[in-house]
């Protein structure tokens, strides 16, 4: 049975500090028993803002960069290097400071790659290469209207229940093109963590751990094998 938790922090700055140092802390604790691990990235704000704690942490090195492998739950479907991919963000903000070897970042294909302009065959390819994935820890944000990973609420993304991975258009939050995990995909993480923060989203947040569905809420949907854990600010806690 799947344990699921709520964690209160004060304001968006801890809560991205705290969620850095339990990422840390969760790392280091996986390795010590088991030396590679497996996680998946967000973009968004509170996202990226709780990498940039990462890599500003003290205690970042105590994590062995060199047997962590990194995937993203979703990406916007933009070439190599935009800065809106959250693969360049990520990047930006930890990965280039840390000795995580390439061949162990799992970016989602860019719309200039290997698939071309199409997200259809860039969502088939990162399909392929996460079967058999099981990441430790997925990381995913919530946005205004409940969307997690960018599975948005009543769309195709969040009604799909056999893929893993699928590109998303017309989305309601820009870019329109996306490549997704799906919630299904979503739920095979042992820990799922959804992290975020500010009274736009506690309408979003209050509603997921009521008794919204997922096609309302996708983020309702979002759970760990093991554990789920809200991360939120007081803000977005709301209610
Ligand atoms: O576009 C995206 O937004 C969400 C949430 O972002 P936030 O800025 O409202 O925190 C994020 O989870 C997702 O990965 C990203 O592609």
Redesign the pocket.
Known sequence: MSEQSVVVHQSAEILAAATAARLITTLTDLQATRHVVAIGL???????EVLNQVNKSPARDAVDWSAVEIY?????FLPAGDPER?ETQARTVLLDHVPVPESRIHAIPPSDGDFGDDPDAAAKAYAELMTGVALDVLL?????EG????VFPDSPAVREGRATVIAVRD?P?PPPT?V?LTLPAARRASQVWL????E??AEAVTAALSDASETDIPAAGATGRDITLWLVDRAAAGR
């Open positions: 967000t973009g968004g704000r509170t996202g990226i993203w739950g979703d990406e916007r959250n995913v944000g919530v946005g205004e969307h997690t990973l960018s989305c939050k996306r997704s992290v975020t923060a500010g736009s989203k």
